[in-house]
């Protein structure tokens, strides 16, 4: 089923503010990658030590059937913060195809920080801010 997620950027205190929002929501954490969780990439340097421990990835459902996302938003990984990077829309769609259409159109005219593709943990992934400055986000967990 198709559905829409807030996604956040923090300044390296992502998952206490995702305890805090699981206590107040009165939910649990259903998901959470660390940086260190990252496997090495070809021409990316690995990822400093006193990063491996911030969050890459959390997901926390709160109301409505809405999912909180968020990530600790360092430098070279969409961080630091400034303006409003803060926040990413992040879309799921049912199919590739969809999620493929969505990109295309969202992304033209604007840039894109990372291109839709198969990632590591499965999903097929892109991320990019659309011509009027705004943070999107793609995941799609379906295989075709």
Known sequence: MASVSTYLNFAGNTEEAFRFYAEVFGTEIVGIYRIGDIPPMEGMPAPAEEHKNLIMNIALPITGGHMLMGTDAIEGM?????????????LAPDTRAEADRIFAELSAGGDVEMPIGEQFW???????????????MINCTAKV
């Open 78 to 90: 969409g961080g630091p913060i400034h303006g409003c990077n803060d926040v990413h829309i992040c």
């Open 122 to 136: 499965g999903d097929y992934y892109a991320a990019f801010t659309d011509k009027f400055g705004k943070h999107w």
